[in-house]
């Protein structure tokens, strides 16, 4: 029987992405390889309990949403995620991952939208970034650069040029939260005619840090 190690299934609205302020069921999945200096979410690091995948999904029918996210956690850490996805997607349900670029994404089910977070180095773990993941990318899915400082933004400026990015899919701009200021990041932004969206934690501008938000 398929089972996976849940932190928390929780319906919320979506604060990143190009489904940014949509109601969105949340998978958050417990484990991951990597420790971000700005982790919101280092209780999913072990907390969590097993579930089997129709535990799962009827948690998830009890929002009657069609969106689904799964994340962490980093979600791929698990082995059968990839088998959830495709559950997900064969139900018919709109179906996001969130991924660190830290495992690789070749075997995703091409219905699946990709958010695939490259890091950056005042992440602490950009040594991590798989390279080989980028021409796995399709055009519906999205890669996001959490920016802490004006050297990850002209890293991160670089890194997309270096790698053609902005012509695999939408390039996403976030500050960190408490750490980069937006206003700046957009008015660099707008000063080097970036190929990318800014975008912000919509769900801590409403509700801080709670929680299950």
């Not at 932190?7 to 417990?30: A, C, D, H, K």
């Not at 008015?187 to 912000?200: G, S, Y």
Request: with cysteine.
């Amino acid at each position: 029987m398929n089972t996976l190690i849940i932190n928390e299934i929780f319906y919320s609205i979506q604060g990143e992405s190009l489904s940014s302020g949509m109601p969105t069921v949340f998978i958050r999945l417990t484990g991951c390889p990597l420790r971000c200096q700005y982790c919101d979410t280092a209780y999913a690091f072990t907390e969590g309990s097993k579930k089997t995948f129709d535990e799962i999904i009827n948690e998830v029918k009890n929002f009657n949403c069609n969106n689904i996210t799964v994340t962490g956690g980093e979600p791929l850490s698990q082995q059968n995620t990839i088998d959830l996805l495709t559950l997900l997607n064969n139900l018919s349900y709109n179906v996001s991952i969130e991924t660190s670029n830290a495992v690789s994404i070749k075997n995703l089910d091409n219905k699946t939208i990709i958010i695939l977070d490259v890091k950056t180095p005042a992440s602490k773990e950009s040594d991590k970034n798989i390279i080989d993941n980028y021409k796995y990318l399709k055009s519906m899915d999205q890669i996001k650069f959490v920016i802490c400082d004006l050297d990850d933004y002209i890293w991160a400026k670089d890194y997309i040029f270096k790698y053609n990015l902005h012509k695999k899919c939408t390039v996403l701009f976030s500050p960190s939260y408490d750490e980069m200021d937006i206003k700046i990041l957009a008015e660099n932004m707008l000063k080097d005619n970036i190929p990318a969206r800014l975008q912000t934690q919509l769900h801590k501008v409403i509700w801080s840090d709670e929680r299950g938000k």
